[in-house]
């Protein structure tokens, strides 16, 4: 009886130090988001760094290329999201009022049909009041993401200068052994893998929606574009939310006949890039099983916001990369790696080269 309470005791405490964690990162969320951005940011371009310093071009110098670059792209983001929001947060009252007269349309339709419908209760789901006001404050929480740059590029330039002497840092905290280095280069190599891949896709995506849109002469396109390419990041969900908003906007802008083009040129471009080429490119997947990936986004999204769902996979991954190195803490790492993954690892241990606990 004497083991029982105290492995009960060890779990407690395991799961109190994850809630203090937990409740910890909430609370600093203002702190942890610019940092988590610049992070990433610096595994994004810390390639870049040491390709330059192999072709002889001084740290310093090759630091001010990349800030010069990284810089120039924020802003341009920046600028466009900023007079964009401020135009759209203008027009909000008149595409309200529009919103308003059509789903009373659309309801004075249905009664002539025959169709009996409790107007209370469904203007008060479809309140296009409330609609609006969710689609202007969901793109001034993304536009607030961009603006904190000063704080996110401080720290951006610190990682990178700490870069070169970081593989240094984790090898003497191990006890000079090179096998540690094997986990920080499986997580810089898988994040940096998906990062690039999923730039690529979100920006083919956006490319393609700003064209969809611009030809149809929604208003805004840009900005739907900008939304396309930033919320692609979220799995699942993420193309879902940055077409209500454009396909809204087509409805009350050009009537419902282009808003149903417009909800199928979505369609299949989400199809294209999300389910045929973004695949093939990705090849064997992130290593996360789906169910992961999606309880992940909500996960990291109540913990950090949106910026959380940006990052949930990016996160998982590390998590999931830290956790299988280690025996202890390996069955966490199959619990949220894919199918893929413990089939490989049952096939290890038979074979008798799988790592097993004693």
């Known amino acids: 009886m004497g083991p029982v309470p105290v492995v009960r005791s060890r779990a407690l405490l395991h799961l109190a130090a994850i809630v203090v964690i937990v409740a910890g990162m909430k609370a600093a969320g203002a702190i942890i988001v610019p940092f988590l951005l610049a992070v990433f940011l610096a595994i994004i371009c810390s390639p870049l760094l040491f390709w330059l310093q192999r072709r002889g071009i001084p740290d310093l110098l090759g630091l001010v290329l990349i800030l010069g670059a990284v810089v120039g792209i924020w802003m341009l983001f920046v600028m466009l999201a900023g007079t964009t929001l401020a135009d759209f947060s203008r027009n909000v009252p008149y595409y309200q009022d529009r919103l308003t007269l059509i789903m009373q349309e659309i309801m004075r339709r249905l009664t002539e049909y025959g169709l009996s419908v409790d107007t209370t209760a469904l203007e008060d789901i479809l309140n296009p009041g409330r609609i609006m006001k969710m689609v202007a404050s969901t793109l001034n929480g993304l536009g607030g993401m961009l603006t904190n740059t000063f704080l996110i590029l401080l720290i951006f330039i610190f990682l990178l200068l700490e870069a070169a002497g970081i593989q240094d840092k984790l090898r003497a905290i191990r006890g000079n052994q090179d096998d540690s280095l094997e986990e920080y280069a499986a997580i810089t190599s898988g994040v940096n893998r998906y990062l690039g891949i999923k730039i690529t896709t979100s920006l083919l995506t956006g490319i393609m929606v700003f064209i969809l849109l611009s030809v149809q002469k929604v208003d805004f396109a840009i900005l739907w574009a900008m939304c396309a390419f930033l919320?692609?990041?979220?799995?699942?969900?993420?193309?879902?939310?940055?077409?209500?908003?454009?396909?809204?906007?087509?409805?009350?802008?050009?009537?419902?006949?282009?808003?149903?083009?417009?909800?199928?040129?979505?369609?299949?471009?989400?199809?294209?890039?999300?389910?045929?080429?973004?695949?093939?490119?990705?090849?064997?997947?992130?290593?996360?099983?789906?169910?992961?990936?999606?309880?992940?986004?909500?996960?990291?999204?109540?913990?950090?916001?949106?910026?959380?769902?940006?990052?949930?996979?990016?996160?998982?991954?590390?998590?999931?990369?830290?956790?299988?190195?280690?025996?202890?803490?390996?069955?966490?790492?199959?619990?949220?790696?894919?199918?893929?993954?413990?089939?490989?690892?049952?096939?290890?241990?038979?074979?008798g080269t799988g790592t097993k606990e004693e």
């Open 231 to 351: 919320l692609n990041f979220i799995p699942n969900i993420g193309s879902i939310i940055a077409a209500i908003p454009a396909v809204l906007l087509c409805l009350i802008q050009l009537g419902p006949i282009q808003a149903l083009i417009t909800t199928i040129g979505y369609l299949a471009i989400n199809t294209v890039v999300g389910s045929i080429i973004e695949p093939r490119v990705m090849g064997a997947g992130i290593g996360l099983s789906p169910l992961v990936v999606f309880l992940s986004l909500i996960f990291w999204g109540w913990v950090l916001g949106p910026v959380g769902m940006l990052l949930s996979v990016p996160l998982t991954m590390t998590l999931k990369i830290a956790m299988g190195g280690k025996d202890s803490t390996r069955w966490i790492a199959l619990l949220l790696g894919s199918n893929r993954d413990v089939a490989t690892y049952l096939e290890e241990c038979q074979k």
